[in-house]
């Protein structure tokens, strides 16, 4: 990163990142080699740290630890450290790469999946923290030769060009039809409103997204009819 | 983001025992939709976070009788905008929790959170701090200050209240429940904040240690409240500025008014002018001269930066359509 | 001997319909795997150490402590202590570790000091710059006499900012070395073949030992030409940490340094008889692209004013080179001038829809076109039955209508295509080329398939990587006339030599045989058949291969398109909010090949233009130089709900689709601004003079011309 407060010897006066390390126990330079050795894949089983108690309360991390997670229905586990994000997990350590990383700040939508039922920016959530819950991606749904209604719909309708922001928007719009199956416009703009895109594909998303509702509706009326 | 140990505490004891533990070096975590990416930034480095999504006893929502609202820390934005009690009891409270960013974010994003997020100057956000200075100047001043403070800009700070339900709850009455080293207490939702005086002050006013664990709402009971936000985009877009209007009507005359604004100030703004105006005025009396006259009191004393003057014009727009909404004479919309 | 052409409108099965981007459900899935999807073994991930400041010099630089942390495995200093930085976030160092975490704990521990140097990125006031590069001066007839004689003058200053690509996917590369001096990446470029050639030239090795693949790519629009400086760092430190490297930029770098549309500013006076038609033009323009040169708008856009001086300037900034934004200086030149125009039919107390009609011989070979599509959009947006003078609308939320017309080239670029028909009777056609969200697979399976008389899904398309059959960079609305052209003259010579074996078995000369409806047969007697599969068996063992290039004989492509657009907006006048209410765009691009894509780009590009008109603007501090607004929150891109209803109209039919293949990725997205902002004129009763249309430019507006209603 190298950027905003770091090394910009401006808000901390020091220049150097290192003296900001000292949260870590010891000194900053064994902070920095302890936060470095537990990181995943270097050197593996060389440091794992006892984990500390405070205030009658175990303590995780800096290094990685053992989570487990539930997604698409499946059972998955990686060694983290706490500071990685579920977006950084599924991405980098569980090569689900269909959610992306665009701003990693919770502002754009690329990452949306859904966790224990609601859309929600997988950057902006810690691996740590989504355990135990179902989480779903747009690798949950059906793959290119078994779409989903929705998965058709956008492809029906052209909702996507480059397609980068395509599966957070699939999972932003999966998660309004599994509340709501008949939205009306105004709920859509509403549900796809914390995701953006660059190609300019809104007019297709829209069309998309209340065609499957549609197709739904009309399914069932054909079910009771 | 550099690394950290990370706490799940299943008790507020617990929590506030740990916060205490290594003050100055930990951090609460509870929707993480900010403190994420202030950490990402480099703007928060904890060592330690305590993550507070544990703490069952922060989840509690419940709405009505005499003791009115009662929500936990954790009790998400969105749980807050579909509530039904809460769109019984407080519907302007449901419909501006649904304005609040985009669905992603309201669905993790807490009311403890909302009301505790850091400013989105974006001096702070670039890491050169809440009262940037350079050169014995300010930055902001210097700079470019778009949407930075009309009032209580004196200096030196100069960001704006980020909170878009903040200026409505204080409107309303609200308090908070602060937990901390020392117990618990509970305070109006105004006293939580404050504007720094010098760099590394905070804007909030909890000692260190202490966590908001409750939001608490005097019932309505017969006043009459509308939030207005003024924000460019549809969705997804900070409010450029907020007015909240609370008018007690008693017998058709205005009790008392209550007019905060948000967005304008680096605390959430009370235009005591505006609410003199109001106080006293048959309910029926209030038209669009009046509501115009209320903003126009609010922004007294207004200070425009060099790329800001937008802004008074703003709030006071903000504060006449919330002033003829609260009073009934215009569709509620915003 | 074959002849290229298209094939007449009745025999079309396939091009000109509505046909679904075939690569939609990979991308729908998550199957399609992007750049910065990829995962290789021992991969390691790169960060940057970046300048925080807009100009300044190292002072001193210190890597040790990052090389010797754990994990990490490569550092590379690219500006070492004593170099000059001349824009913020330009890189200074680049680290390579086990994990992004990692390399980010190795940035924090490099030990940097700047000398701060003085730094100027606000050209907005042309006064204020240190240094202006002035441009050579245009003059046509008697510009200062034709003005004087105008019986109608005016005069105004206008501007629109610089803005940033923003494409989703950042800039990046992954590089593994597969040999000593073989590499392979995967880009997220616009250029594959280019890329290839730029890897090996920045890396002394052979060209011929790159490989460059880009399967997909999450947006370029014009800043993807290049590997950067960063892809040749990519590859030093893979080389020099031994493991595959990903670099990827961070958001802020991606908004700061990887692309932006140079600025425009004018002072512009229009003169005009009293009928409207348009006598003078003097107009000075500046704008800055970085430190070097920008980029020069074509002013007056599309009407060539009989009488027209103009001179345009660069103004150097301590910002990253701007890059070719969608339709280089063309929504500047296009902005600058219709807003003067439409400015002009105010003071004139005409429709502008009259003045632009008035005018269009002005226009040149196009007139006919946009006179066509003035028609069009007039229907559809009911403009005339609608349309009111410039501030007749009152009450405090406002209706105004606007409208704007365009032009851009787009003729086909250089491609070759290969295809093959295989004696199974599969067919593959091969591109080194890419989709940048075109849909370029689609566009060159349609072509294939329709040549050969198949259905789309016979056709398998390669494309996006270096060692397939070269072709030019995605720039330009040049990729579909470049595909589309090579395969069809590929497809019809791989036909020919498909006839020449199959000739005998249907006793005709292979000239007379035709490829139509899954069969051969002769064209004269359609009854005399062989289904394609057992024609394809004529083959023996191998198949039949031909290249097909671009330019090359025949009639397929053609440069030169127009299109015009319409705005509807609503203004809160107290507010200054503008809320676009719907837009109209009629666009012709000669003959479409798909036209579902082909919708998607008017649509696109609309949606691109209300964003920039209405919220996006690169916010430099004039403190730190630095650009301010770096995220998706204070980046303002137009979301769902801020785009209005949306009406798209392509001309097809005589005297458009014989016209050949025009690319369109440029042209809608030109007009957007100016129909945007004239609309708001319209509604506004006075000029907002400066792009985007926030709140603050607006009531500025509005105040300044005593209209502002205080509350």
């Known amino acids: 990163m190298g950027k905003k407060a770091k090394n910009t010897g401006e808000s901390g006066g020091r220049a150097s990142g290192l003296s900001r390390r000292d949260f870590l126990r010891g000194s900053a330079a064994a902070g920095a080699l302890g936060g470095a050795l537990l990181a995943g894949g270097e050197g593996a089983g060389a440091a794992v740290a006892a984990p500390r108690r405070l205030a009658g309360v175990e303590l995780a991390g800096p290094g990685a630890v053992a989570m487990s997670f539930r997604i698409n229905g499946k059972r998955r586990q990686a060694s983290l450290e706490p500071r990685v994000t579920l977006l950084d997990a599924l991405r980098d350590h569980l090569d689900l790469t269909a959610a992306k990383k665009v ?91 914390g995701n953006f895109c660059r190609c300019g594909t809104y007019a297709g998303l829209r069309q998309a997204v209340l065609g499957t509702s549609r197709a739904d509706a009309g399914a069932e009326d054909g079910g009771h009819g | 983001m550099q690394s950290f140990e990370y706490a799940s505490p299943a008790t507020v004891d617990q929590a506030v025992r740990l916060l205490a533990a290594e003050p100055g070096k930990s951090a609460v975590l509870a929707g993480g939709s900010d403190l994420l990416a202030l950490m990402k930034d480099g703007v928060e480095r904890p060592g330690l976070l305590v993550n507070l999504k544990a703490i069952a006893a922060l989840r509690g929502l419940r709405s009505g009788g005499k003791e009115g609202l009662r929500a936990g820390a954790l009790v998400t934005i969105d749980q807050l905008a579909a509530d039904p009690g809460v769109r019984r009891d407080y519907p302007v409270l449901a419909t501006a929790a649904g304005h609040v960013a985009g669905p992603q974010i309201r669905n993790v994003a807490t009311v403890g959170g909302n009301l505790c997020q850091r400013p989105r100057c974006w001096y702070f956000r670039s890491g050169y701090g809440l009262v940037p200075q350079r050169d014995g100047k300010s930055m902001v001043v210097e700079g470019d200050n ?151 009191a609010a922004v007294q004393g207004a200070r425009a930066l060099s790329r800001n003057r937008y802004k008074i014009q703003l709030a006071r727009v903000a504060v006449k359509r919330a002033v003829l909404a609260a009073a009934g004479q215009m569709a509620q919309s915003g | 001997m074959v002849e ?105 521990a490099i030990v940097v000091e700047y000398e701060v140097l003085p730094h100027f990125v606000n050209e907005e006031r042309l006064e204020q710059a240190p240094k202006v590069n002035p441009g050579d001066e ?86 993807k030409f290049n590997i950067d400086s960063w892809g040749l760092e990519c590859a030093r430190l ?40 348009i006598t003078a033009w003097i107009s000075d323009s500046w704008g800055s692209g970085g430190l070097g040169r920008a980029g020069s708008p074509p002013i007056p856009y599309v009407f060539q004013v009989p009488n027209r001086r103009h001179r345009h300037s660069s103004v150097p900034t301590h910002t990253a080179s701007s890059r070719a934004w969608r339709a280089p200086n063309h929504p500047q030149a296009c902005f600058l001038t219709l807003t003067a125009i439409d400015d002009l039919a105010a003071a004139l107390k005409m429709d502008p829809l009259a003045v632009l009609r008035k005018n269009l011989a002005l226009s040149g070979k196009l007139a006919r076109l946009y006179g066509e599509e003035l028609d069009v959009a007039d229907r559809l947006m009911d403009w005339s039955q609608r349309w009111r003078q410039r501030g007749a609308a009152t009450g405090v939320v406002r209706r105004g209508l606007g409208l704007s017309l365009h032009t851009w080239g787009g003729r086909g670029h250089d491609s070759n295509c290969d295809v093959s028909i295989y004696p199974d009777g599969t067919v593959s056609a091969r591109i ?16 294939a398939a329709e040549t050969c008389g198949l259905p789309l899904e016979a056709v398998k398309v390669e494309i996006g990587d270096s060692r397939l059959p070269t072709s030019s960079a995605s720039g330009g609305s040049t990729t579909v006339g470049g595909v589309s052209s090579a395969t069809r003259r590929a497809a019809e010579d791989a036909l020919a030599q498909l006839f020449a074996k199959v000739a005998p078995q249907l006793g005709a000369a292979a000239s007379d045989l035709e490829a139509a409806d899954g069969v051969v047969r002769v064209k004269a007697h359609p009854e005399r058949r062989l289904p394609w599969r057992q024609a394809a068996r004529a083959l023996g063992v191998a198949p039949v291969t031909a290249r097909g290039t671009n330019p090359g004989p025949g009639n397929l492509t053609n440069s030169g398109s127009a299109g015009v657009q319409m705005a509807e907006v609503e203004l809160d006048v107290e507010t200054g909010i503008v809320r676009v209410v719907k837009m109209v765009a009629v666009q012709e691009c000669g003959l479409i090949i798909d036209l579902t894509t082909a919708e998607s780009q008017v649509y696109g590009g609309l949606i691109m233009g209300i964003s920039y008109a209405l919220s996006e603007e690169k916010v430099m501090d004039p403190v730190t130089g630095r650009m ?48 945007i902002a004239n609309a708001v004129a319209n509604a506004a009763g006075v000029r907002v003079p400066q792009l985007p249309l926030t709140p603050e430019r607006v009531l500025d507006a509005l105040a300044a011309a005593g209209s502002g209603r205080t509350a």
């Open chain 1, 103 to 193: 701003c990693d700040r919770g502002t754009c939508g690329a990452c949306t999946v859904i966790v224990a039922g609601q859309a929600v920016y997988a950057c902006s959530v810690l691996a740590i923290e989504a355990q135990g819950k179902a989480i779903e991606t747009v690798e949950g749904l059906g793959g290119p030769d078994k779409l989903q209604p929705l998965q058709a719909a956008f492809v029906a309708n052209d909702a996507q060009q480059c397609g980068f922001c395509t599966p957070g928007f699939v999972m932003a719009a999966k998660a309004l039809l599994d509340r709501n199956p008949h939205p009306a416009l105004a709920d859509v703009h509403r549900a796809l409103s």
């Open chain 2, 146 to 296: 778009r949407y930075h403070a009309i009032l209580g800009n004196e200096g030196p700070a100069y960001f704006v209240h980020p909170s878009t339900l903040s200026p409505l709850l204080i409107a309303l009455g609200a308090r908070v429940a602060v937990h901390g080293p020392r117990g618990e207490r509970e305070i109006e939702l105004a006293q939580l904040y404050r504007t720094p005086r010098r760099d590394g002050e905070r804007e909030l006013t909890l000692a260190p240690g202490e966590v908001v664990t409750a939001l608490l709402v005097p019932p309505l009971a017969g006043r009459r409240a509308w939030s207005y936000e003024i924000r460019q985009r549809t969705a997804l877009d900070w409010s450029l500025a907020t007015a909240a209007v609370v008018l007690d009507l008693q017998e058709n005359r205005v009790l008392a008014a209550r007019v905060v604004l948000g967005q304008v100030a680096p605390v959430p703004w009370p235009a005591a002018a505006a609410e003199d105006l109001l106080r006293g005025q048959a309910a029926d009396a209030i038209d669009a001269a009046l509501a115009e006259r209320a903003g126009e």
């Open chain 3, 4 to 108: 290229y052409n298209w094939p007449d409108a009745a025999s079309r099965r396939l091009i000109g319909k509505r046909i679904s981007r075939l690569d939609g459900p990979a991308k729908v899935s998550g199957a399609a795997k992007y750049t910065y999807d990829i995962q290789r073994p021992g991969m390691l991930h790169a960060r940057a150490l970046r300048c925080p400041h807009a100009h300044a010099r190292v002072r001193k630089l210190d890597v040790s402590a990052a090389e010797r942390m754990p994990g990490v495995k490569a550092v590379r200093v690219v500006h070492a202590e004593g170099a000059e930085i001349q824009w913020a976030l330009d890189e200074v160092a680049f680290v390579a570790a086990v994990s992004e975490d990692v390399a980010e704990d190795a940035i924090r």
């Open chain 3, 138 to 223: 245009q003059t046509e007839g008697d510009p200062a006499g034709a003005m004087a004689a105008a019986a109608v003058r005016v005069k105004g200053t206008y501007g629109l900012p610089v803005v940033a690509h923003n494409c989703l996917e950042a800039h990046g590369h992954v590089c593994e070395w597969t040999g000593k001096e073989e590499l392979s990446t995967w880009s997220s470029s616009q250029a594959v073949s280019g890329a290839a050639a730029q890897f090996a030239e920045g890396l002394a090795i052979p060209a011929s030992n790159v490989r460059v693949v880009t399967q997909y790519m999450g947006g370029g629009f014009g800043s």
């Open chain 3, 238 to 277: 893979a080389k020099q940490a031994g493991a595959p490297v990903k670099l990827m930029l961070e958001r802020d770098a991606e908004l700061t340094v990887a692309g932006d549309r140079p600025s425009a500013f004018a002072h512009i006076e229009v003169g005009a008889a009293a009928d409207g038609a």
């Open chain 3, 432 to 447: 080194s080329t890419q989709d940048i969200g075109t849909g370029t697979r689609t566009v060159m399976a349609i072509v």
């Open chain 3, 628 to 675: 301010l607004n770096v995220d998706f929150e204070s980046y303002k891109l137009a979301g769902i709900g801020d785009v209005g209803e949306l009406v798209v109209h392509m001309m097809t039919g005589p005297g458009y689709d014989d016209r050949g293949v025009i690319g369109l990725g440029e042209p809608p997205v030109i007009s957007p601004g100016a129909a």
